[in-house]
């Protein structure tokens, strides 16, 4: 139980493109949604929390207009990259969590591998 | 300012020896913490939590010690095997926010 997908596993965009990806709790309802992101060789950092039906909230020094998340779903939440840069390549890691589970234990997807040319 | 910290980049461990990850943290207002085993280019796989009412959670041969006065957590791996060899990161949340997590620790396995 508790598994958590993403799609794209990977991609490779141009600059200037938007990416989006998807993050879907398999078999349970994700309530709460988080996004990290992991950079070569460094821990996953935060980027922000999505909560179905509500406006996500952003980490200091995310750029909420540039990481658009929507939580659509109990099982479906989005992160679109727009307006994409060399700098934004990166190891994109969603989680879930369920009151139906610990609430405070998160399950992660595999991760989308984002790289910008 | 890194408030959750793993200090030891790798550790080497012989088969069927005991593994002890530790990891230290500052804010105080912490009050869950997680163990994640990670493989590259994957997403952390959950191992084992504990929240800090507690000072000992116990699955398998993963044990987890929390010491809330020295804001020091440790994860003890008995026996260890092969298939243990992976990125261990240690993470820590205020209720159900979101983790903040350490820079993991590279644990091998000698046969």
């Known amino acids: 139980g508790a598994v958590v997908s993403q799609h794209p596993s990977w991609v490779i965009c141009k600059s200037g493109t938007s990416v989006k990806i998807e993050c879907r709790s398999l078999?349970?309802?994700?309530?709460?949604m988080f996004w990290y992101r992991q950079f070569p060789k460094q821990s996953l950092m935060l980027m922000a929390t999505s909560n179905e039906g509500s406006k996500a909230t952003y980490e200091q020094g995310v750029e909420k207009d540039k990481f658009l998340i929507n939580h659509a779903s109990l099982t479906l939440s989005t992160l679109t990259v727009t307006s994409a840069h060399p700098e934004d390549s990166s190891f994109y890691i969603c989680s879930a969590s369920s009151p139906g589970l610990a609430s405070y234990e998160q399950y992660f997807g595999p991760g989308t591998r984002l790289t910008v040319t | 300012d890194q408030q959750v910290k793993q200090n030891s980049p790798s550790l080497s461990v012989q088969e069927g020896r005991i593994s002890i990850l530790n990891c230290d943290y500052t804010?105080?207002?912490?009050?869950?913490f997680l163990w994640y085993k990670k493989y590259p280019a994957e997403g952390p796989t959950f191992l084992i939590s504990i929240s800090s009412i507690k000072d000992k959670n116990e699955d398998g041969r993963f044990t987890v010690f929390l010491n809330k006065s020295a804001k020091h957590l440790s994860l003890h791996i008995v026996p260890s095997q092969p298939g243990d060899s992976a990125v261990y990161f240690c993470?820590?949340?205020?209720?159900?926010?979101?983790?903040?997590f350490g820079k993991g620790t590279h644990l091998i396995i000698q046969p």
């Open positions: 993470a820590a949340s205020v209720g159900a926010d979101g983790l903040t």
């Open positions: 804010n105080s207002m912490f009050d869950y």
């Open positions: 078999d349970f309802q994700a309530t709460t």
